[in-house]
């Protein structure tokens, strides 16, 4: 990723494309490199839904695992395709001719007069964050949860007791090193 922005930083500032810029044989290497490594990038969210499917995955909501399993599953899936679809198209992100002078999406660009692959390379890139907040504002107990969750992630019980007393972290490290240690106390002694 940081090689991919690197390249259109350094084709930006010699006022050059750096899509779709294949007049040289520099050029079509760069721009077939920048592909395989968005391919990738783009590939990296199907290891992580496979992550969360796992019976090991943290416990977490339902609601929320699957939104992100859907969500990283789509945002590979319809990246990569629409991707190859805007990689491989003639006319670049567009569908069919391009009239001069047509009418855009302020400051997104998108074409309103003719296909633009771009629209469709967008949704499918940010599916998780669409299922993700779709899942998270139709649970009634989204913050709850989200606290809860936040506490496992950091070692502690799902209401927090862990991080209140103190309790250490499989580190060694205390989630809260301001609280004591809680003490066991003796039970009380009953008069015989």
Do not use: K
Not at 45 to 61: E, F, I, S
Not at 105 to 127: K, M, T, Y
Not at 174 to 187: F, G, K, W, Y
């Amino acid at each position: 990723l940081i090689g991919e922005v690197l390249y259109i930083a350094w084709r930006a500032s010699r006022v050059e494309a750096s899509h779709y810029n294949t007049d040289s044989a520099l050029g079509a290497a760069l721009y077939s490199l920048m592909g395989l490594g968005a391919v990738m990038f783009t590939a990296a969210p199907a290891v992580l839904a496979y992550g969360l499917t796992r019976r090991d995955a943290v416990a977490m909501p339902a609601v929320l695992r699957w939104s992100l399993v859907g969500g990283l599953a789509l945002t590979a899936v319809l990246g990569i395709v629409s991707g190859f679809a805007m990689g491989g198209s003639p006319s670049g992100h567009y569908v069919g001719a391009v009239p001069p002078n047509h009418a855009t999406v302020p400051f997104l660009g998108w074409s309103l007069e003719v296909g633009d692959l771009r629209l469709p390379h967008f949704l499918g890139l940010h599916a998780l964050q669409a299922l993700g907040l779709a899942a998270d504002a139709s649970d009634a107990n989204g913050p709850a949860r989200r606290r809860g969750l936040c506490d496992r992630l950091r070692g502690g019980d799902a209401d927090g007791a862990g991080r209140r007393a103190g309790r250490a972290t499989p580190s060694g490290l205390s989630l809260n090193p301001a609280h004591e240690p809680a003490t066991a106390q003796a039970p009380p002694v009953s008069p015989a």
